[in-house]
């Protein structure tokens, strides 16, 4: 059991555990280690393997529950872990928890997203972006590189997503990056100055929001590369193929929530 304790509890040397990552969390907001709590009775209640390991929510709630504490924390802490948990196996039907040897669909995804690079990610996100903005009462100018690339039209609105290897936002107070500077007021014709600037809106991806989005499309596909694999989904049984169908679906969501969110500063001209 030395490998769910190192991956999932705690690890004293290189990357931390599950729990510990999430236990930055607890005590930022001021609360005990509850990840850890519960990682930890799981643990001891999962070290004699059989029909009988692991311990019932009921249980659990009587061996961590203590005056001062909201009845809740246990049941958040163990939905929180076992999102990410590499060997923790939370059965929602017999409310038994325990640490397993096999790895859990957690740690099968982990290993396939550990092979899928940010490039590809972001191939896949610009896809969606095109898709999400695409043109209806805007027109639509997709990662517009140089000020030709927009035209000086009287005509419809022009929404120019800005590339995220092109620009990107860290915080609200900053100003408008150099490529939107050029494109409004340059037409890319030499000497030419834009005429019709007032159609132009512009969207750039914060930077904090597209880490969570890239990350979002890493797993998504690690996801959808099992699926479309039918020797690795021979290797699952009936339950982590149901468990890893439910992912892509709340992945797929999670992809285009965090990708809408990351394009989230506008600019647009104003005339005082």
């Not at 005590?27 to 280690?33: E, G």
Request: charge should be negative; glycine fraction near 4%.
């Amino acid at each position: 059991m030395r490998i769910p304790l190192q991956a999932d509890i705690y690890n004293l040397d290189g990357r931390e555990a599950h729990a510990q990552l999430q236990d930055a969390a607890w005590t930022a907001a001021s609360k005990p280690p509850f990840s850890t709590w519960v990682a930890r009775t799981i643990f001891l209640h999962s070290i004699n393997q059989g029909i009988a390991t692991g311990i019932r929510r009921a249980e659990l709630n009587l061996s961590l529950l203590t005056p001062g504490l909201e009845i809740g924390f246990v049941d958040t802490a163990l939905e929180r872990l076992s999102e990410v948990a590499w060997y923790l196996e939370n059965d929602a039907i017999t409310s038994i928890a325990r640490f397993k040897e096999e790895p859990s669909i957690n740690k099968i995804i982990a290993e396939e997203k550990a092979q899928i690079g940010i490039t590809e990610a972001k191939d896949d996100l610009r896809s969606r972006r095109n898709t999400i903005f695409a043109e209806k009462f805007f027109k639509l100018v997709s990662a517009p590189e140089s000020p030709a690339d927009v035209d000086d039209a009287p005509d419809s609105i022009a929404l120019c997503l800005i590339d995220f290897n092109e620009a990107t936002i860290s915080a609200t107070t900053e100003g408008p990056p150099p490529i939107v500077e050029k494109i409004f007021n340059e037409t890319g014709e030499s000497g030419k100055f834009r005429t019709f600037i007032n159609r132009l809106l512009f969207l750039v991806a914060n930077k904090q929001e597209l880490e969570r989005a890239i990350d979002n499309a890493r797993e998504h596909r690690a996801v959808q590369n099992i699926l479309n694999s039918p020797n690795r989904l021979q290797d699952l049984s009936e339950s982590q193929q149901r468990q890893i169908k439910d992912k892509k679906g709340t992945l797929d969501l999670a992809v285009r929530v965090s990708l809408t969110n990351a394009y989230r500063h506008l600019f647009y001209p104003w005339f005082p």
